[in-house]
T-cell receptor, first 113, second 108 residues
């Protein structure tokens, strides 16, 4: 079934560890996004991509990095996790025009201890 | 700069009562507004878009450019409407800008 998948759903990790949050979609969407969501706050765009080998930083400053080597895959990496990175991370994808909105993944809730 | 404001973090209404979730925006261009919803333990999903002038699950939203608002309304709230609602604006960079969300609780 065409969908967008995020793994893991929950992750607890120690400070200083390197982590990669996975996001894959099987809808053939060119555009993919990573948002950070804290309780009671708006969703903040941290990275986006309009296609293979295209990545841009969003409005929210982030110490994470992303890559887009394949259309369907858009992983987010934190080289050295810190407690301030504790948050919910949402991956989304969309068609070329936003008329149909985003399709969101289920999210990864990251806790850095 | 573009911004979306949802003034109510929490909203409670009784079943069968009308409900209105407020959304105001600031944007210098021609706005395209959307509402997203997140039910308990489910993903964030698109509810409706202003350009379609559609009614989804009994909800409607009218874009008022004069008041820069896009309030979400339903005449008779149902328990299954309890959820988190986000107003979003499609703006520069072909991306969405989201408000902080309103948590709606429909009391039986």
């Amino acid at each position: 079934e065409a969908d967008i998948y995020q793994t893991p759903r929950y992750l607890v990790i120690g400070t200083g560890k390197k982590i990669t949050l996975e996001c894959s979609q099987t809808m053939g969407h060119d555009k993919m996004y990573w948002y950070q969501q804290d309780p009671g706050m708006e969703l903040h765009l941290i990275h986006y991509s309009y296609g293979v080998n295209s990545t841009e930083k969003g409005d929210l400053s982030s110490e994470s990095t992303v890559s887009r080597i394949r259309t369907e895959h858009f992983p987010l990496t934190l080289e050295s996790a810190r407690p301030s990175h504790t948050s919910q991370y949402l991956c989304a994808s969309s068609e070329r025009f936003l008329y149909y909105g985003y399709t969101f993944g289920s999210g990864t809730r990251l806790t850095v201890v | 700069a573009q911004r979306v404001t949802q003034p109510e973090k929490l909203l409670s209404v009784f079943k069968g009562a009308p409900v209105e979730l407020k959304c105001n925006y600031s944007y210098s261009g021609s706005p395209e507004l959307f509402w997203y919803v997140q039910y308990s333990r489910q993903r964030l999903q698109l509810l409706l878009r202003h350009i379609s002038r559609e009614s989804i699950k009994g909800f409607t939203a009218d874009l008022n450019k004069g008041e820069t608002s896009f309030h979400l309304k339903k005449p008779f709230a149902q328990e299954e409407d309890s959820a988190m609602y986000y107003c979003a604006l499609s703006g520069p960079g072909n991306q969405f800008y989201f408000g902080t969300g309103t948590s709606l609780t429909v009391i039986p």
